[in-house]
């Protein structure tokens, strides 16, 4: 008796937690998107795809839905901007993938360089390959998508050697070539990679540096819609969401 009564309550507790979840996914995904909406192409490693989870808990798909944009996720694991990890099982670059994205996008979301960072370490030239290998993309992405705003999402604030230096390649390199980059390797992020117990809250995994929970992607969508629509403001007769 007392275990039936032990799974009830257990079932009771899974229910109300999905449902308040669910409320808090549709406070931000709500779908407005029509035929003659505009397109939003995400390209980028696991940032993108999600990792574990799917791509639909994302801070940039709700972004999107938010919007009332066509979402489209090019985001593969453990995917790079310079450095091909075919042999890894992650793939080729995004100076090959980039190939894959729907060039009639109205914006290019670009959220990858954590990858890179890993491999360049303290390599001066590895991150002179990920500098020239930046530079091609974003001309890449022009060639590919013509009409597109390109936005650049860094890593988070890691604490590990390569970090620091490709962001700071990211942001100058994308200054440089009229990207407007969301700097996300700052203390001052609201994603407080450096904290352990954060990390136990907002991550999928306590020792997990990269991929966000779906708590983590609904607090930092405020951050993340913010950065969009600085780029959707830059398209002429376009409607904002509140």
């Known amino acids: 008796m007392k275990q039936l009564r032990f799974y009830f309550l257990l079932s009771m507790f899974i229910s109300l937690f999905s449902h308040a979840k669910a409320e808090a996914f549709s406070k931000?995904?709500?779908?407005?998107?029509?035929?003659?909406?505009?397109?939003i192409n995400v390209l980028g490693d696991s940032y993108?795809?999600?990792?574990?989870?799917?791509y639909?808990?994302?801070?940039?798909?709700?972004?999107?839905?938010?919007?009332?944009?066509?979402?489209?996720n090019y985001g593969r694991n453990g995917g790079c901007v310079a450095f091909d990890r075919?042999?890894?099982g992650f793939g080729p670059s995004l100076l090959v993938r980039y190939k894959e994205m729907d060039p009639s996008a109205d914006i290019v979301l670009v959220i990858a360089g954590h990858n890179d960072a890993v491999i360049v370490g303290d390599s001066k030239e590895k991150l002179a390959v990920f500098e020239d290998s930046l530079t091609m993309l974003i001309q890449k992405i022009r060639e590919q998508c013509p009409k597109a705003k390109i936005g650049w999402v860094t890593p988070w604030w890691v604490d590990q050697k390569g970090f620091e230096p490709v962001v700071k390649s990211i942001n100058h390199i994308c200054r440089k070539n009229?990207?407007?980059?969301?700097?996300?390797f700052n203390k001052k992020c609201i994603i407080k990679v450096r904290d352990a117990e954060f990390r136990?809250?907002?991550?999928?995994?306590?020792?997990?540096?990269?991929?966000?929970?779906?708590?983590?992607h609904?607090?930092?969508?405020?951050?993340?819609?913010?950065?969009?629509?600085?780029l959707l403001k830059k398209i002429k007769h376009v409607h904002l969401a509140k």
Do not use: M
């Open 218 to 230: 609904i607090l930092f969508f405020e951050t993340g819609n913010k950065f969009v629509q600085k």
């Open 86 to 88: 075919s042999n890894e």
């Open 28 to 39: 931000y995904a709500c779908n407005n998107a029509e035929e003659d909406s505009l397109v």
């Open 200 to 216: 136990k809250k907002y991550f999928q995994g306590a020792n997990d540096t990269a991929h966000l929970n779906a708590e983590g």
């Open 178 to 184: 009229n990207v407007p980059v969301l700097n996300n």
């Open 56 to 72: 639909e808990e994302a801070w940039h798909y709700l972004v999107a839905q938010h919007n009332g944009l066509k979402y489209n």
């Open 48 to 54: 993108v795809r999600n990792h574990r989870r799917p």
